[in-house]
């Protein structure tokens, strides 16, 4: 295996030398995933075993009791409410974003690759600088723009936010897929009287599943971890996961109970560690085909 | 077969619907984004405190804001932050980058572990690291308890250590990220080339030296793009992991920014040193851009 793994490598290296290769990336491997796996098991111990334990330790006392708090009980903001309002709130505000932020990019990419006009590119350079904008800069007209439409503190109001703000990317990811998709075959159809529709929803759109998929992983990912406009748009009843992470976590009142927050950024972090494990693959290969690169 | 006034009205239509279909589009970026960014721009000038106002005060904001300890604070903090963040990710994943490539059998999984922090929120991140970093309860306690009774790490309690705790946090997060652009990079470079290089007698260190490393120019552009733009926009780990603290030892311009215009009802300093991020990305995303526009062409 081994022998014809090297042959087809123009490096070659010797036994003491891919001993340390393999110490050194599993040691970097530790070093990403100890973190997380120290939270997990420290979030199923009884809070005294955190506060007068070692943390690297195992709990002696299993219990899930911080998970059922965290979901259900823990003090978020006014409310007893545990994080679970929110984190319906999280899935409400990303999952419609995700859908139209993707299904505007495709019609876009498919625009801007197969039926250039005039100044495509100039189009193109602004939709695709609006990806890297500090979001700082749009903060207070947005807020101002959601208080006279009254979206201010809702959900409509992140989800219009985040589907503005995704448009960039997701044009970017359909554009640079497209643009490799052979033009002839549309020039083909279009002889045989094929519309601009017909040729989208009937060639363009079948073949773009990697391309939907990355875009899905990107936005989701990205909508779910949005902290920033949370906290400067949501009110109490619109609140995403993150900021009610923070709020629990930040908390100043009574004791800190550690256990309950680390179950509370579990749950934060489930969603997107799901998408990324699941479709994983898609995600390294969008990673990978380059997000400026074509 | 149609008659010509149905063929110049179809086509013409063909010619429209492409348009149309991009001009919603196109409409909101140039609202939410080139409208907004004008009109914080705009603000910028103003004597804005706790609402829009718009009394005209020329480059007022401005000079306060560089007058102001705390931005220079903010600014020195993210100088140091952003150089730190974007030579260790990148060292860090240039280096795993051309281990990985060394027909490592255990590849996929190795990826996979590498990249998956990027996949959590900041806000996640700083929650597990805040601990980590905990003297009382964190890595310094277990060492401790380990009997190494005279171990001390408490940078995240030290206003002249903290900014590195937030490079550490901010490093763990991204530099897999940098990894898989490394990676692309190498698996793009031609074997043919140093199948070559190898019969002249060139060792390992040379073609990676000579051949290989310069050859990931790109690579290490697009990495230096990507990190110093998220370095500028970095928010949600500060304010999970130290809050801008102790003190204002990890403050950074986006925790500026929110401070002033929401809680301390400056918007108009607020407005100007958003104006300022956005031009420093600018200066960095834009060159960069037109250069990958036009190569496509």
């Known amino acids: ?122 189009v193109f350079g602004l939709l695709l600088f609006s990806c890297f904008i500090p979001f700082q800069i749009v903060l207070i007209p947005m807020a101002r723009m959601l208080g006279i ?115 509370g950024a579990i749950y934060a972090a489930i969603p997107t560690l799901l998408v990324y494990i699941v479709a994983g693959r898609y995600f390294v290969r969008g990673l990978m085909a380059g997000s400026v690169k074509g | 077969m149609a008659d010509t006034a149905q063929v110049d009205l179809r086509t013409r239509l063909q010619n429209w619907l492409p348009k149309l279909v991009l001009a919603p589009s196109f409409a909101m970026v140039l609202l939410f984004v080139y409208g907004f960014i004008a009109f914080t721009v705009y603000l910028s000038f103003t004597d804005s405190r706790i609402l829009p106002s718009y009394g005209w005060v020329g480059l007022e904001n401005y000079e306060k804001l560089f007058r102001l300890r705390h931005w220079k604070i903010a600014v020195s903090n993210l100088a140091v932050f952003a150089i730190l963040y974007i030579g260790i990710s990148s060292l860090i994943g240039l280096m795993l980058a051309i281990f990985l490539d060394q027909k490592i059998r255990i590849e996929g999984a190795l990826r996979t572990v590498y990249l998956y922090p990027m996949a959590l929120s900041f806000i996640v991140t700083g929650t597990a690291w805040k601990w980590l970093l905990d003297p009382g309860i964190g890595l310094e306690h277990t060492m401790h308890l380990w009997g190494w009774t005279t171990f001390s790490f408490d940078w995240i309690k030290n206003s002249d250590y903290a900014i590195y705790t937030v490079v550490l946090a901010a490093v763990w997060q991204s530099s897999g990220f940098a990894m898989a652009m490394f990676l692309a990079g190498l698996r793009g470079i031609d074997n043919e080339i140093l199948k070559a290089a190898q019969m002249d007698g060139a060792s390992n260190w040379q073609l990676y030296r000579r051949i290989i490393i310069p050859q990931l120019r790109p690579a290490f552009l697009s990495a230096f793009v990507i990190l110093s733009h998220l370095a500028i926009k970095s928010y949600d780990l500060v304010i999970a992991l130290t809050g801008g603290g102790p003190g204002r030892a990890t403050e950074l311009p986006a925790t500026f920014m929110y401070s002033y215009t929401f809680t301390r009802n400056q918007m108009g300093i607020g407005a100007s040193s958003a104006v300022i991020m956005l031009i420093t990305i600018a200066a960095i995303m834009v060159p960069y851009l037109y250069a990958e526009l036009k190569e496509k062409k």
């Open chain 1, 149 to 263: 439409f009254g979206l201010a503190g809702s959900t409509g109001g992140l989800i219009l936010v985040h589907f503005v703000y995704g448009i960039g990317f997701t044009t970017l990811y359909f554009r640079n897929y497209y643009a490799a998709f052979p033009t002839e075959l549309i020039r083909a159809a279009q002889i045989d009287g094929a519309g601009f529709f017909r040729i989208f929803w009937r060639i363009l759109l079948p073949s773009s599943g990697p391309i939907i998929a990355v875009s899905f992983i990107w936005q989701f990912t990205n909508i779910w971890n949005d902290f920033l406009f949370g906290a400067s748009f949501a009110d109490f009843s619109s609140q995403p996961m993150t900021v009610a992470l923070n709020n629990l976590v930040q908390s100043s009142t009574g004791v800190k109970e550690y256990n309950v927050h680390f179950a």
């Open chain 1, 1 to 122: 295996m081994m022998a014809i793994a090297s042959t087809d490598t123009a490096i070659r290296s010797g036994r003491v030398t891919r001993t340390f290769l393999y110490l050194v990336l599993l040691l970097f491997a530790l070093f990403y995933l100890l973190p997380f796996a120290i939270m997990v098991m420290n979030s199923m111990k009884p809070l005294d075993e955190i506060t007068g334990g070692n943390m690297m330790a195992f709990p002696t006392d299993w219990t899930l009791e911080p998970w059922r708090k965290a979901w259900s009980e823990a003090q978020v903001g006014v409310d007893a409410t545990g994080l679970r309002p929110y984190f319906y709130n999280s899935l409400i505000m990303a999952i419609p974003a995700v859908m139209l932020s993707t299904f505007f990019g495709a019609l876009n990419g498919y625009v801007l690759t197969k039926w250039q006009f005039r100044g495509h590119n100039i």
